[in-house]
C-alpha cells in the first residue's frame, strides 16, 4: 500500500458507473462519492472527466475537513496535525 491516494483513486474508479444517454454521449457517476459526475461524447472521455471530478472532490474534501468513504481499508479520514512553519 505504498500509493494511499493513486490506489483510494482506482478503488472508486473500479466503482463507477457509466450509462449511455439518447444523444450517444456518456454520463458517469461514483455512487460511493456522492456528487461526483461526469459526462463525455466518447466513453473514454467520460472516463477522464470522472476522474479529474474525483481527485477534486478528495482535495476539497481533505481540505474542507469532510468525511470521504473508506475504500478497500483504505481511510484517508485521519486528523492532520499541524505544526507551525514559525521559526522558533
Known sequence: ?????????????????????????????IPLCLGVVSFGKTLRECEDELRSALEDWIFLGLRQGHRL????GINLNRKIRRESVEPL
Open 1 to 29: 500500500m505504498r500509493f494511499i491516494l493513486s490506489n483510494y483513486i482506482e478503488n472508486a474508479l473500479s466503482k463507477a458507473e457509466y450509462d449511455k444517454l439518447d444523444d450517444g454521449s456518456y454520463a458517469g457517476r
Open 69 to 72: 468513504p473508506a475504500l478497500k
